[in-house]
């Protein structure tokens, strides 16, 4: 009879064994789909957060330019002494407002902004060889009516 009762426990426990088989396989799927739409929200996230860094370098994007005003209106940037304001931005120099708090002019020359930005925001400094400096000190207000700057040099 031992041998009996131990062939049914044998048979008991293969039946287990067998049913733990079983839920360790339908786990195995469960964890599969489970990585998969990880996987797919990866993806969303990944896509999601490339438009959000593409507004936000537009966002805080800015452009530049300075020439003579004769050469800035040979280039259509100016129509008589106003900003054309359909102006190609490929003229420009490209930057981003956050990070750019100085445009170095490289001149001697007199300097005059002719888009809109606060006199209070900017400053003009002179290094000691007289060549001149946009300072940017306050970039909200700077950048606040006009994302492009045009700078006449006279």
Known sequence: ????????????????????????????LQNDSLLQQIDEINGQV???????????????????????????????ILLKKKVNPKVD?????KIDIRKNKEIDLSTTRKVKLVSLHPESSYSIEVNKF???TLKIKD????????RYL?????
Do not use: H
């Open 139 to 146: 970039p909200s207000a700077f950048w606040k009516q006009t």
């Open 150 to 154: 045009v700078i006449v040099l006279k």
């Open 46 to 76: 990944e896509a999601k957060q490339e438009v959000i860094d593409e507004q936000d370098a537009t966002i805080n994007t800015g452009f530049y330019v300075f020439g003579t005003q004769s050469e800035l209106k040979k280039s259509g």
């Open 1 to 28: 009879m031992a041998l009996l009762e131990l062939s049914n426990e044998l048979g008991l426990k293969e039946s287990v064994l067998d049913s733990i088989r079983a839920r360790v396989a339908n786990l195995e």
């Open 89 to 93: 931005t490929k003229k420009f120099t």
């Open 130 to 132: 007289g060549s001149k």
